[in-house]
């Protein structure tokens, strides 16, 4: 059954908002995208990443201790970086996946919206966006892997929002990716991480082209054709293909 409510609707009062990860959804497939927020048809759910989420809000702690003291963590200063987690008293906000930081384009009345993990702040004044990662890997960690560019877009929403914010941002963005081990003998209820700090250039000039396609999409009125790189339209159509019947 469809949902009733957060769907967009052609001339709506109020501004249909568009959540980073619902945009990186359309830049995966269309045609899931309008179903999810056209018809109100969600894909199945996946399981929460608990576990990655416990490291995300014990990082932000972590962080906020440094931001508190006004000092530069101990990963910034290895890497040379002349900056400091960001004191700012609209972070807590714009951190929340509730409400982030947004931004209204009027002309189509969408409202984006991306919640950062953290910002730090330059010497130059600049804002740093930051996110964090959390795996588990034998291999060395980088930004190399196809399915991490939506990482990557992440990032470069993050970025748009805060120029269209009017903020100074960096070019270059940060991810504190950490890396479980599994070299120790045993468990013994801990884990140990190795964590990295990977800079990344972001490019934003694609980002508001991506928004009004993605408007553009939702107006239409057929559902978009099936995405041969989607997963779940590839298993839809081979199971019609098939000739399964209800």
């Not at 929002?161 to 599994?182: C, E, I, M, P, W």
């Amino acid at each position: 059954m469809g949902r009733k409510k957060a769907l967009f609707e052609k001339n709506a009062v109020e501004p249909f908002m568009l959540s980073r990860n619902k945009l990186e959804n359309f830049l995966k497939c269309p045609r899931c995208f309008y179903l999810d927020r056209r018809l109100g048809f969600s894909p199945p759910s996946m399981p929460p990443f608990t576990l990655n989420n416990a490291v995300d809000h014990l990082m932000k702690n972590e962080f906020d201790g440094y931001r508190a003291n006004k000092e530069a963590h101990p990963i910034m200063k290895q890497a040379g970086l002349n900056a400091v987690p960001l004191e700012n008293k609209l972070l807590e906000g714009w951190q929340d996946y509730h409400h982030g930081l947004q931004y209204h384009m009027k002309d189509i009345n969408i409202t984006v919206m991306g919640a950062p993990d953290d910002v730090w702040q330059s010497d130059k004044g600049e804002y740093i966006v930051v996110d964090y990662k959390a795996t588990s890997s034998d291999k060395e960690i980088n930004l190399d892997d196809d399915w991490k560019k939506a990482y990557k877009h992440q990032i470069e929403i993050y970025q748009w929002l805060f120029r269209q914010n009017g903020y100074n941002v960096s070019d270059t963005a940060y991810f504190v990716y950490t890396n479980a081990l599994k070299t120790r003998k045993s468990f013994g209820d801990k884990l140990t991480f190795k964590t990295v700090l990977l800079p990344y250039v972001g490019s934003t000039e694609w980002v508001e082209g991506a928004i009004r396609d993605a408007y553009n999409c939702l107006c239409q009125d057929a559902v978009p054709g099936a995405s041969e790189k989607c997963e779940l339209c590839r298993y839809v159509e081979s199971v019609k293909n098939f000739g399964v019947k209800k």
